[in-house]
C-alpha cells in the first residue's frame, strides 16, 4: 500500500514558475513508477511526466516538453515535477500516481494522491 500527498500547487502568472512534491509513504517506493497527471472540468485525466527507476526512462507529454522536468528521490520517498515557462493552459488539478506497470495511461497506476490545484492567470 502506497499513500501520496502532493504539495506545492498555487497561483502563478504566465511564464512564471512552480515546483510540486509528491511525498509517498511505503516500504517499496523505489518498486513503483511515478507520474504526474492533470484533469480539468469535463475533461479525462492525462499525463503529464512519468519516470521509471532513477530516471532511466522518462516520458513527457508533447505540450509540457521543454518545460516540464520530473525528478524522484528515493531516499527521500518523493517525486517532482518542476514547471517552468507556465501557461494558462496548464490549468489543472495536478495528481501524483504511484504503479506496478510504466506508462502514460492513468488505469496502469495504482495508487493516487488527492490532488493540487495549479491556476496559471494570463
Known amino acids: 500500500q502506497v499513500q501520496l500527498v502532493e504539495s506545492g500547487g498555487g497561483l502563478v502568472q504566465a511564464g512564471g514558475s512552480l515546483r510540486l512534491a509528491c511525498a509517498a509513504s511505503?516500504?517499496?517506493?523505489?518498486?513503483?513508477?511515478m507520474g504526474w497527471f492533470r484533469q480539468t472540468p469535463g475533461k479525462e485525466r492525462e499525463a503529464v511526466a512519468t519516470?521509471?527507476?532513477?530516471?532511466?526512462?522518462?516520458s513527457y507529454a508533447e505540450s509540457v516538453k521543454g518545460r516540464f522536468t520530473i525528478s524522484r528521490d528515493d531516499a527521500k520517498k518523493t517525486v517532482y515535477l518542476q514547471m517552468n515557462s507556465l501557461k494558462p493552459e496548464d490549468t489543472a488539478v495536478y495528481y501524483c500516481?504511484?504503479?506496478?506497470?510504466?506508462?502514460?495511461?492513468?488505469?496502469?497506476?495504482?495508487?493516487w494522491g488527492q490532488g493540487t490545484q495549479v491556476t496559471v492567470s494570463s
Open positions: 511505503g516500504p517499496t517506493f523505489n518498486r513503483y513508477a
Open positions: 519516470i521509471l527507476g532513477t530516471g532511466e526512462i522518462i
Open positions: 500516481a504511484a504503479g506496478s506497470r510504466y506508462g502514460l495511461a492513468p488505469n496502469l497506476y495504482d495508487y
